[in-house]
Every structure is written in structure tokens, then in C-alpha cells.
């Protein structure tokens, strides 16, 4: 069924789908997935697993599909793999976002004795997580000034930016400031 498309343009097709044909999106997905497949690979080392990166392209050319217009002057293949490049980016970056972090990944501060002793039964291990900690505590001291261990320590306890800017009066955009130095200086 899908072989009546092999002589039809990426434009025809995509007119087909636009139609309701699923056999076309079928040909149209048959012809990018290998061009998905190798833009997604090139953000494997991210921290999203590939086949969500191939889904996340695949994402990409059905929105493709669905805004082309042809009157622009650009080709479909032009216009598609844009738009599969940029769903896939904006996975990647959304994964990257620090906001993005799970409340139950974070070990707060306050609780780093209850982190030691999980690791109780192999000293080795403790003495190593300790001396990490101690590592992390005395770079913080040291690198950041007094407003950013404070932004920090909020929101490490769960404060979203509006609450530290509302605790410390100050502004959100201060707050956000705070953090992106915090971040740059804790690398």
C-alpha cells in the first residue's frame, strides 16, 4: 500500500496526509525516519534516552506536516527537518533545565548526615560521600556570596523563585540572577 508513494513528491504527500491519508503519513515517516534517527543520535549523550529523541523528531515532522505551506517558497524536506531539529533541541534543553529537577533527586544540605549514614556499612564509601560533602560546603562558602547561599539554601529546601524573592525581598529577576551565577560558580 505504501509503494503507490513512491513516485509522489514530499509535497503530494504531504497534501495526501493533510487529507486524512494515513498510508501517506506512513510513506512520509518510511522517508524521514532515517534523517530522524540521525539527528536524534547526535544528542544520545543528553540525558533523554534516543528512542524518546526519535519520538521527539518524529513529533517534529508531523508539525511539520501540519503547518507546511508551500507558498513560502522553501521545500517540505527544508521545512521538516527544521522543525524535527528544533522539537528535538527543545527536549534536550528542557531536560537540561535545572527547574526540571525532581524534589525527591535533590539531597538537601541539612540532611547530609542522613546521606552518610545510608552508607554506613562500607566506611570506604562514607568517608569518600563525607569528604564530598565537606568539598561541596567549604566551595559554596567560599564561592558565593552571602544573597546566593541564601537563594540557594531556599530553594534547595523547595521554594520556587517567587517565595525566595517574596523570604529575601528582593525581585524574582534577582533571584534568577542569583542562580545562574550560583550555577556558573558551582560547576
Known amino acids: 500500500m505504501i509503494n503507490k508513494f513512491a513516485d509522489y513528491s514530499d509535497e503530494k504527500l504531504v497534501n495526501a496526509c493533510k487529507n486524512g491519508d494515513d498510508d501517506a503519513y506512513s510513506a512520509l515517516i518510511g522517508r524521514y525516519l532515517f534523517a530522524v534517527r540521525t539527528r536524534a543520535y547526535a544528542y544520545d549523550k543528553s540525558a533523554i534516552d534516543f528512542e524518546d529523541l526519535v519520538q521527539e523528531g518524529l513529533i517534529g515532522l508531523m508539525n511539520a506536516v501540519k503547518y507546511y505551506d508551500s507558498s513560502f517558497g522553501a521545500s517540505f524536506s527544508t521545512f521538516a527537518y ?16 535545572k527547574k526540571q529537577i525532581p524534589k525527591s533527586a ?10 552518610e549514614s545510608n552508607h554506613s556499612d562500607n566506611p570506604e564509601i562514607a568517608l569518600i560521600s563525607k569528604e564530598n560533602i565537606d568539598l561541596l560546603k567549604t566551595k559554596i562558602t567560599k564561592k558565593l556570596s552571602n544573597m546566593e547561599q541564601s537563594v540557594l539554601k531556599l530553594y534547595l529546601n523547595g521554594n520556587s523563585y517567587d517565595e525566595i524573592a517574596k523570604i529575601l525581598k528582593i525581585s524574582q529577576k534577582s533571584v534568577d540572577n542569583a542562580m545562574q551565577r550560583l550555577r556558573k560558580k558551582l560547576k
Do not use: G, H
Request: aromatic content about 8%; proline content about 0%.
Open 82 to 97: 527544521l522543525c524535527i531539529d528544533r522539537n528535538i533541541m527543545s527536549a534536550v534543553k528542557k531536560s537540561l533545565s
Open 106 to 115: 535533590l539531597v538537601f544540605i541539612d540532611q547530609t548526615s542522613d546521606f
